[in-house]
């Protein structure tokens, strides 16, 4: 069956008025120390927000009833005050040959994202959508031709995680590189980071935890400073301010060397190393030149860069570079000590690849 993600959905909720306020009593929505404060409350402790928040996160629960290690008294409590549960629903599912799965989410107020499993060299990593739709601009990506629907809520994106871990067990790795902007959903993606990573729920450390931009110097500063050291990854796609701001609305508005300051900062509070995407579209932006051009921006960056090769998808006026070029532009980059990796093509056939995702329900 295949999935649909329409324009006219998206309209929807854009006209629906749905506030995220409505999500107040939302027990799946809250961070460790939020049910804390709930708990307390109705008169628990530590140990009852602990059985609340495990049971959301880690238990696949759909409404308090199901939550073990509750009295049936603080149960009742819960629910008289209006809290709730609720889970992300999986309206469909699609696998790729090559092991890909993509998911079609459905959230309570019937928003849809879509959400990617990979199981690579044994380690499974979800992409998570932030967004339903955005308003990036990128040129070569489906979701970005949708428009913007809604942000999602921190437990929706948890959620997505949570959906997908009931079905194939433990997750390694969360990426945010499906639907949206994480910077345009700040306050959000920041608590659902803090929910995946607290140790009462999935437990995930922050190198395991990456935040992918299409480059917003506040939102990288803002980062630095939270105490979470996740993984960043920043599209780069161009070395060249007027080149990116052909193909990335975003870059008409921010300059690379901003983002380029952004990220030492990042660095100088994390020390993570950065990783830079750079989706080659021939004749764009794969030339041997280009490669030179991202050598001589990152020269005093700890930086590595990830080349993906372009999923072409109708109407998109983009072509994927060809095999050669991708490895003429690897050794420019790797000759100047920058360590490069090359992400092929993987969910094609499902369109569960790079900028594909919404694809079917445009
Ligand atoms: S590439 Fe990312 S930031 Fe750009 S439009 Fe697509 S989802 Fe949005």
Sequence with gaps: MPLHISRHLIDFWRNSGFNTSQMDKNLTNMTFEEIAGVAAAVGGKKPMARAIFSAV????????????????KAKEALSQRGYFVSR?????????????????????????????LMQLNGRTTVCLSCQVGCRMGCAFCATGRMGFGRHLTAGEMAGQVNR?????????????????????????????????????????????????????????????????????????????????????????????????????????????????????????????????????LLTDVNASVNLIEFNEFEGCGFQTAGRMQVQVFMDILEQAKITTTVRYKRGETIQAACGQLGLLGR
């Design 164 to 296: 997908i871990a009931a079905d194939c067990g433990p997750i390694d790795n969360v990426v945010y590189m499906g639907m949206g902007e994480p910077f345009d959903n700040y306050e959000e993606v920041l608590r659902s980071l803090r929910i995946l990573h607290h140790y009462a729920g999935r437990n995930m450390a922050p190198r395991r935890l990456t935040v992918s931009t299409c480059g917003i110097p506040e939102g990288i500063i803002r980062l630095a400073d939270e105490g979470l050291p996740v993984n960043l990854a920043v599209s780069l796609h161009s070395a060249d301010d007027q080149r990116r701001g052909e193909i990335m609305a975003s870059a008409r508005r921010y300059s690379l060397a901003a983002i380029i300051a952004a990220v030492k900062a990042y660095q100088a509070k994390t020390r993570r190393r950065v990783m830079f995407e750079y989706c080659l579209l021939k004749g764009i932006n794969d030339s041997a030149e280009d490669a030179r051009a991202i050598v001589a």
């Design 88 to 116: 992300v629903r999986v309206v469909d599912q699609q696998v790729d040959p090559d092991g890909t799965v993509k998911y079609l989410f459905e959230m309570e107020d019937e928003a849809r994202v879509e959400s990617v």
């Design 57 to 72: 996160q880690l238990g696949d629960v759909a409404q308090i009833e199901e939550i073990a290690d509750l009295s049936q």
